[in-house]
C-alpha cells in the first residue's frame, strides 16, 4: 500500500511563503516600534484624567462641606448672640431686683431710725435735717436749752441701736420773738439691733462718755 502524506505537503507550503497581509504588518528591519509609547502616552492620559477628575470631585465635596460648617456656624453665630441677650437682661433684671431690694431695706431701715428718733426725742427739742452718708449720719436739730440737748445724747447713747455717738457744735440763737434757742448736730452711725459680736468673741458692752459740760458751755457761748 501506498501512503501520501498531504499534511506535510500542506505546512511545507504554508513554511515556504508567507501572506501578503503578514509581509505588509510586520516591520521593517531596522525600525522602531511606536506602539508602546502610545500604549504609555494613554495610559499617562487616562490616569492624569482620573486624578483631575478625583481632584475634582474631591473639591467639590470641599467646598460643600465647607459651606455646610459655616452655615452651622452663622446658626451658632446667632444663637451666640441670643445668650449675650439673654445675659445681659438677666444682669438688668437681677440688678434692678437688687436695687429694689436695696430700696425697701433702706425704707424699712428708715422707718426703723425715725421711730427711735421720735422715742428718744425729749420735750423742747426738734429735728431739723437728716443725712446719710455710708453709715455715718449727721442729725441736725434745735432745742430750748442745753440741758434738752444733753438728755437726747443720753437717750440716744442707751440704745444699743445707735452707735458711734459724737456730739458736734451746739450755738446758741435769738429768733424774732425774743427766745433764745440752741443749734445743734449729732453724728452717730444706726445699726437695727445693734453690732453683732464676731464668731468666737465675747460679747462686751461698750459705755459711752457723756460730753463734757466744759465743751457744751464752750459752744453755747461761741
Do not use: C
Not at 455710708?134 to 445724747?153: E, P
Amino acid at each position: 500500500m501506498i501512503r501520501i502524506n498531504l499534511l506535510a505537503e500542506g505546512r511545507g507550503k504554508k513554511k515556504g511563503k508567507a501572506p501578503a497581509a503578514a509581509i505588509a504588518a510586520a516591520p521593517s528591519e531596522g525600525a522602531v516600534n511606536p506602539w508602546p509609547f502610545v500604549a504609555v502616552l494613554i495610559l499617562i492620559g487616562l490616569l492624569s484624567l482620573g486624578w483631575w477628575a478625583w481632584t475634582r470631585h474631591k473639591a467639590e465635596g470641599l467646598r460643600v462641606e465647607k459651606a455646610s460648617k459655616q452655615k452651622e456656624l452663622e446658626k451658632y453665630k446667632d444663637a451666640r448672640k441670643r445668650v449675650e441677650e439673654l445675659e445681659l437682661k438677666k444682669e438688668e433684671y437681677t440688678a434692678k431686683v437688687d436695687q429694689i431690694k436695696k430700696l425697701k431695706s433702706n425704707q424699712s431701715l428708715l422707718v426703723s431710725l425715725m421711730n427711735h428718733l421720735v422715742e428718744i426725742l425729749p420735750d423742747g427739742a426738734w429735728y431739723e435735717n437728716l443725712d446719710q452718708r455710708g453709715n455715718a449720719i449727721t442729725l441736725k436739730g434745735n432745742a430750748r436749752s442745753i440741758k434738752t440737748i444733753s438728755t437726747l445724747y443720753d437717750n440716744m447713747v442707751s440704745l444699743q441701736d445707735f452707735t458711734s455717738v459724737l456730739m458736734g457744735d451746739v450755738k446758741k440763737k435769738s429768733l424774732k420773738t425774743g427766745e433764745d434757742i440752741y443749734e445743734f448736730s449729732m453724728e452717730f452711725s444706726y445699726v437695727p439691733g445693734g453690732p453683732q459680736p464676731a464668731e468666737g468673741e465675747g460679747t462686751e458692752t461698750a459705755s459711752l462718755a457723756h460730753p463734757p459740760a466744759g465743751r457744751s458751755a464752750r459752744s453755747a457761748g461761741a
